[in-house]
């Protein structure tokens, strides 16, 4: 089983949508946890930390369930410019590295 | 924001022979930078941990005499990759903790490698 695993998509979704993705980490050493956001082709860029309280960031949302080993990203409003892949990201205490899941690809359409 | 660049952004060599990657903290210095490896349609893979004024980590499956880390200075890191191969051919990032060594990780721009 991989460490961090998402569903690779693609989700196809109109401009204006909301749209969820959602992550599963298995390692109860993770400490620290993000999304990134990736392009076609370029480096991983990143779009925000997730807390265990959820925290907001414009149209994002992100959630954090310790219990459940569980993270959600959440994009309201969708925007043809938001089509990317979307990584979730977990550090790993003991390691002090970084797991990436294999992404989430959102194509947003006119 | 702290800047990571990595040069070349695209390579092209031959099979079996050497090509080295630059990876730079433009304005902090990175006591340890990250190298990972990414496939197309999978998630980026860590190679390796570089620490600067020291021997790399590298992480299981990944061949330290082909891979080659150099971290000779608190801005540099460089990636060499020897006898190349065609499944040698992959997007190789390198990344650096933000000043203080904090949580943040920034990415350089990676580099396409091509081995014909």
């Known amino acids: 089983r991989k460490e961090v695993e998402q569903d690779p998509g693609p989700f196809n979704v109109p401009e204006g949508a909301t749209v969820a993705f959602n992550c599963t980490y298995s390692?109860?050493?993770?400490?620290?946890f993000f999304w990134y956001r990736q392009d076609c082709r370029k480096e991983p860029k990143l779009l925000m930390s997730?807390?265990?309280s959820g925290n907001e960031d414009g149209r994002f949302t992100a959630q954090l369930n310790r219990a459940s080993q569980y993270i959600s990203l959440l994009i309201r409003d969708s925007k043809l410019s938001d089509s990317a892949t979307y990584l979730c990201?977990?550090?790993?205490?003991?390691?002090?590295?970084?797991?990436f899941g294999t992404g989430t690809r959102l194509q947003v359409f006119p | 924001g702290a800047v990571v660049s990595q040069h070349p952004s695209r390579v092209i060599c031959k099979s079996g022979t050497s090509v080295k990657i630059e990876c730079r903290s433009l304005?902090?210095?990175?006591?340890?930078m990250f190298w990972y490896r990414q496939f197309p349609k999978q998630s980026l893979m860590l190679m390796a941990t570089?620490?600067?004024?020291?021997?790399?980590?590298?992480e299981q499956g990944v061949e330290k005499d082909k891979f080659l880390i150099n971290h000779a200075s608190l801005t540099l890191s460089t990636l060499t990759v020897t006898s190349a191969h065609p499944e040698d051919s992959s997007f190789y990032i390198c990344?650096?903790?933000?000043?203080?060594?904090?949580?943040?990780?920034?990415f350089g721009e990676g580099s396409w490698l091509t081995v014909v």
């Open positions: 990344s650096a903790r933000g000043p203080g060594g904090g949580n943040t990780i920034y």
């Open positions: 390692n109860s050493a993770s400490q620290s």
């Open positions: 997730v807390y265990s």
């Open positions: 990201v977990v550090n790993n205490r003991n390691t002090d590295k970084l797991i």
């Open positions: 304005d902090f210095q990175a006591t340890t």
């Open positions: 570089s620490n600067e004024g020291s021997k790399a980590t590298y």
